[in-house]
């Protein structure tokens, strides 16, 4: 029988030489057929494949620290900066009892939401917790704690508006200024001394308690241009403080403010 002839006999029962494709004479063309497509393509069987599906890795969205939104030209860089502040000046949990550690577990997505708040005009600042800290003379002062949040928010303003008060501010002004301490008014004091016999002590009694909002108003009026940031000094002002001692609610009447921790 000749090579060819025995080659069609072979292929019509099914059957292929070795040296065809490395397989035994068992297989039929069919089997065969799949088998070089499985291995041409690098396909997979069912039996081959894992039962237990690999788990999808989350994308992580990159986040815009200098993107803005409408007209207020305030990013979220800003509240990244104000936060690394808040939390260098350490500081204890307000009224929702929310620590630094607590508000650093999700930093990224409260920033962004406490910028989209403020820049959409959303934001109201909490309740600030109230708590009474015992005087050398028996008497109580009260001081105010707000939530890390509104005190990052807070910080925010404050790195806005602070550098264009300071330009109105006499030199010889040490009160609650940047940058300025204490120890630095005893310096000028002591120099002082030396060329007055006499010094003048003065105090506004309860300033933070009686200050008048109309009055501060009207001085808002003169050096912040920005409406909406005027709206949330405001907001400031009429927001409640918490009574810890006896659990209520202390809203200010138009007058007042507990200074803040």
């Not at 070089?36 to 069987?45: F, P």
């Not at 260098?88 to 577990?105: C, E, I, M, T, Y």
């Not at 028996?138 to 264009?164: A, M």
């Amino acid at each position: 029988m000749s090579r060819e002839r025995r080659k069609s006999e072979e292929h019509r029962q099914g059957r292929t030489p070795k040296s065809a494709i490395g397989l035994g004479p068992d297989h039929s063309s069919e089997e065969r057929t799949v088998t070089v497509r499985e291995r041409r393509v690098g396909r997979v069987s069912s039996a081959d494949r894992p039962t237990t599906p690999l788990p999808r890795r989350r994308r992580h969205r990159k986040i815009d620290w200098h993107q803005t939104r409408g007209t207020i030209l305030l990013t979220p860089k800003h509240f990244l900066d104000a936060y690394h502040q808040v939390r260098k000046n350490k500081g204890a949990a307000g009224v929702d009892h929310q620590s630094l550690k607590d508000f650093a577990r999700k930093l990224e997505s409260n920033l962004i939401s406490l910028w989209s708040r403020v820049v959409s005009g959303s934001y109201h600042p909490p309740a600030v917790r109230r708590v009474g800290i015992p005087k050398a003379d028996g008497r109580t002062r009260y001081l105010g704690i707000p939530t890390v949040k509104d005190r990052i928010v807070q910080q925010v303003i404050k790195n806005l508006i602070e550098p264009r008060l300071e330009q109105e501010f006499l030199d010889c002004s040490y009160g609650y200024r940047s940058g300025r301490s204490a120890h630095d008014a005893l310096q000028v004091v002591r120099l002082g001394v030396r060329k007055t016999s006499w010094v003048v002590d003065m105090d506004v009694a309860k300033f933070f308690d009686e200050m008048p909002h109309d009055k501060l108003r009207k001085a808002m009026d003169v050096h912040i241009e920005e409406k909406w940031i005027r709206q949330l000094i405001d907001r400031w002002l009429e927001a409640p403080h918490y009574a810890v001692e006896d659990e209520q609610l202390i809203y200010r009447q138009g007058r007042g403010r507990l200074r803040e921790e």
